[in-house]
């Protein structure tokens, strides 16, 4: 495993600021929708405590559909490889048909910061635990 390097502090307070925006919109009601049950558990040790969906279980329609029913804000946390690329898509172009506000802006200022570190959602954890370390934050 490569070892991490210590990243500019702007990157740094970028990627907390980051987390702490997806516990807060968690904590007021928003949905996360990720790829699968390891993405679930790496925001779960993160501290988001709030509802996550699994994107890999359904069909993009019929999950965006049954998300904007139930959730006003729905943050679309898929992993920044092809695969996650093309369910975000999916997703939020189905989303974009409902009243539900769909962020996906946050995925990618998220895929901006980490991409040449980590590549998915599941890594997001240990990497915010290193990264602390490292900063002493």
């Given at each position: ?10 990157d740094v307070e970028a990627l907390e ?65 092809n695969k996650g690329d093309e369910i975000a898509l999916n ?47």
């Amino acid at each position: 495993m490569q070892e991490l390097r210590p990243r500019k502090t702007f990157d740094v307070e970028a990627l907390e600021e980051l987390i702490d925006h997806l516990i807060e919109a968690s904590n007021n009601g928003a949905v996360i929708i990720v790829e699968g049950r390891r993405d679930e558990k790496a925001l779960r040790s993160l501290g988001i405590n709030g509802p996550v969906v699994i994107a890999s279980w359904r069909p993009a329609l019929e999950l965006a559909e049954d998300a904007a029913r139930i959730y006003q804000d729905i943050i679309v946390l898929t992993d920044w490889d092809n695969k996650g690329d093309e369910i975000a898509l999916n997703i939020g172009q189905h989303l974009r048909c409902t009243s539900a506000h769909a962020d996906l802006e946050t995925r990618c200022k998220l895929k901006k910061l980490v991409k040449k570190e980590i590549k998915d959602v599941e890594s997001l954890s240990l990497y915010m635990d290193k990264i602390r370390e490292l900063h002493e934050i």
